[in-house]
């Protein structure tokens, strides 16, 4: 999503630069062979050191930051969820960036309530301005006692994705996928937040009823080795595959039927709404800003979180009736082309630094 915004508003004239504190899957040449503007890796993380050369890093990665925002004169930085806002937002205030812009996307995985109290007083301090993703996001950065006059609501966009029909082609010969099976699809991380060991037990249940539909999961982490043991022990190895991390999201999702997400929580999804951009149906847990986009028996069916029995009902409900996957997924699409899509997200940011400037020189506005 940062380099979607950074893609936009370069392509409107902007100059623009895109800035990371490390490159953790060795992505900067690949991205900045793509990109007409300037990528840069501040080196501030270093895999396999110690705690003092750690530090060390980090220091100097903050440093970088520093003199790249005094030199280049900057009007605005964006910084994204707890771990960027914090150094991102003390740092160009020292800097003197005009406007500080600090986003959050929801609850993140594995931050204390230290660090979550200290990322709220920092965004408190120094954010000009505090973008949340959903409403539930507003809600709770207003429940902290943040000045609800510096939070504006920009839900995430997409971009919508272009159909290569031999691509999918290609990608169904290489999964030895028939036409009479049903596909679906997950996106994300193999991590406790996404909860994917109620999805594998709910494909328990499918199978005893309907044993040719197959589950992707796309995304890799920690709990893969746990997710492969339960799969295995409920021999399920035929019907749920674990892909990895992958670079062809879009035609993954061009062969699927169902998109689903089984998220104890979510701020809101980026998976999710390229699904529904490809036109697939949704099956989702009804937390946080889930309820926002889907909404119940038009674009798809929001069960409890933790709950395999009511994910494996909604999944089969979607499963036995072709129709009303196929007009959900209609909705789905049309869902994210009027609310959800890059450009809309991306006017929405812009207005907002426009007027933000306005309101800092009413001279110049005129």
Known sequence: MLLDQADWFHAHGHSVAAVFFYDRD??????????????????????????????????????????????????????????????GMIISWLAGVPMRLASHHGKVENVPQWLESLHLQIIQRFASVIVAVSSEVQGYLVSTGIDPKRIVLIPNGIRLPTLDRQKEADLRLKLALRKDQIVLISIGRLVYQKAHIFLVRAMQAIRAEWPEVVLYIAGEGPLRSDLEQQIGDLKLSQQVYLLGNRNDVPTLLSIADIFVLSSRWEGLSMAMLEAMGAGLPVVATEVEGMGEVIQQNIQGLLVPPEDADALAGALLELIKHPALRNKMGLEARQRIEKSYTTELMCEKYLKVMLEYFQLKNPAESK
Do not use: C, M
């Not at 080196?43 to 925002?69: C, D, E, N, P, Y």
């Open 26 to 87: 060795g992505l900067q040449q690949q991205w900045q062979g793509k990109r007409p503007y300037k990528l840069y890796n501040l080196k501030a993380f270093k895999r396999g050191v110690g705690t003092l050369r750690q530090l060390a890093s980090v220091l100097q990665g903050l440093r970088r930051l520093w003199i790249l925002l005094r030199s280049e004169h900057f009007d605005v930085i964006e910084t994204f969820t707890v771990h960027s806002n914090i150094p």
